[in-house]
Nanobody, 121 residues
């Protein structure tokens, strides 16, 4: 199994910054893509940003220019630096990791428990 533990959420005023962290543990030998998703009340979960083991990144349009995803492979940790936050960024943010299981030859996607980010206007 894979465990993902997020931290860093909270309440911030519009224009402020937050940094989310997510530490992975367990059977993560085949871990490749890590990422952040978010889900606002009444909305579907959406991609925020992803990063591969080699450092290639991808961002949702809403995150480009404001958010930065990074990764420390030695610590099995992924970060999301969020700047210039807006009220519409308010959501539960979930860490995700895709791990290739060498026993089943299947790539599984794992999720953290989520961390609340609230941006006040």
């Amino acid at each position: 199994q894979v465990q993902l533990v997020e931290s860093g959420g909270g309440l911030v005023q519009a224009g402020g910054s937050l940094r989310l962290s997510c530490a992975a543990s367990g059977r993560i030998f085949g871990m490749n893509v890590m990422g952040w998703y978010r889900q606002a009340p009444g909305k579907q979960r959406e991609l925020v940003a992803t990063i591969t083991g080699g450092g290639s990144t991808d961002y949702a349009d809403s995150a480009k220019g404001r958010f930065t995803i990074s990764r420390d492979n030695a610590k099995n940790t992924v970060y999301l630096q969020m700047n210039s936050l807006k009220p519409e960024d308010t959501a539960v943010y979930y860490c995700s990791a895709r791990v290739f299981d060498t026993l089943t030859m299947i790539t599984n996607q794992y999720w953290g428990q989520g961390t609340q980010v609230t941006v006040s206007s």
